[in-house]
């Protein structure tokens, strides 16, 4: 018997419908840079870091989690390095 046929024996629909509510909940929020993250952000992108670095590097220390493509965005949003 195949697992997939054994699993729909066995599905709940109420029980999925929770695990999906929750997962929901859980995903990542808006998050809004403030004028002391972006200021990181900048200083370290002038000494060469690169966007993982400092993104790996504010997890660590300011307990912020943003991706890659955000920190270089919100920095460059203007047209340039400011």
Not at 22 to 42: P, S
């Amino acid at each position: 018997m195949r697992l997939s046929v054994i699993r729909a024996k066995n599905y709940r629909p109420k029980q999925a419908n929770e695990f999906a509510q929750q997962r929901h909940q859980q995903k990542n929020k808006h998050i809004t840079l403030t004028a002391e993250i972006m200021g990181y952000i900048r200083e370290k992108l002038k000494e060469y870091w690169s966007p993982e670095q400092i993104v790996g590097r504010l997890e660590l220390d300011k307990k912020v989690k943003i991706s890659a493509e955000t920190a270089y965005r919100s920095v460059w949003a203007t047209g340039r390095l400011i």
